[in-house]
């Protein structure tokens, strides 16, 4: 079945240790983004990719960066994650962002920091 | 995107139909309602969505007032396995589409056995 695919599920580091999670996709879509929930609040948006085009939200700290090196993968990268990042890392894709388009979600990374 | 009201949290007898509503009073004419839901420790799943018309698909049924200015959900059997986080967003479709989904804190539905 095609579908969103975020690996590992759980991921912990340490204070200030650079992480990096992984998300494929076999739905060939144009747009993969990536959001963050911290416990009992709602995702949050932190940047998308339209093909190999990046949109950063205005209020993502710098600290978190994006590759997407083909159109099946997109990475979220921290670079000196903090006590304050520790949350569910959650990918999506649609097919394109104009239009109707439903977001389907991958089933998350929940990163512990130490 | 307009933004939206819903209750913090809701319970259903199961089997029973399970009605969700939400309000978006300043919802714009190019703007659609959409609903997520979220089972604990999963990402969203899509569920429905629509612009002015009622809209029916597998999983539920989507009630539009007249003026747009609310709408409910209608999960017609409810099953144990329908206890979620229920998400209603508005956001612009059509071909000036604004990519992000911004999540308000939803319903929290519980089915009772």
């Known amino acids: 079945d095609a579908m969103v695919i975020q690996n590992p599920r759980y991921q912990v580091t340490q204070f200030g240790k650079p992480v990096t999670l992984s998300c494929s996709q076999t739905l060939n879509h144009n747009v993969m983004y990536w959001y963050q929930q911290k416990s009992s609040q709602a995702p949050k948006l932190l940047f998308h990719?339209?093909?190999?085009?990046?949109?950063n939200e205005a209020d993502t700290p710098d600290n978190f960066q994006s590759r997407r090196p083909n159109t099946s993968f997109c990475f979220l990268d921290i670079r000196s994650p903090g006590l304050g990042d520790a949350a569910m890392y959650l990918c999506?894709?649609?097919?394109?962002?104009?239009?109707?388009?439903?977001?389907?979600f991958g089933p998350g990374t929940r990163l512990t920091v130490l | 995107d307009a933004k939206t009201t819903q209750p913090t949290s809701m319970d259903c007898a199961e089997g029973r139909a399970a009605n969700l509503p939400c309000n978006h009073s300043?919802?714009?004419?190019?703007?659609?309602v959409y609903w997520y839901r979220q089972i604990h420790s999963q990402g969203p799943q899509y569920i429905i969505h629509g612009l002015k018309n009622n809209e029916t698909n597998e999983m539920a049924s989507l009630i539009i007032t007249e003026d747009r200015k609310s709408s409910t959900l209608i999960l017609p059997h409810a099953t144990l396995r329908d206890t979620a986080v229920y998400y209603c967003?508005?956001?612009?479709?059509?071909?000036?589409?604004?990519?992000?989904?911004?999540f308000g804190t939803g319903t929290r539905l519980t089915i009772i056995p």
């Open positions: 990719y339209y093909d190999k085009d990046f949109n």
């Open positions: 967003i508005v956001r612009v479709g059509g071909n000036f589409g604004n990519e992000k989904l911004t």
């Open positions: 999506a894709t649609s097919r394109d962002r104009q239009g109707a388009n439903e977001q389907f």
């Open positions: 300043t919802i714009s004419g190019n703007e659609y």
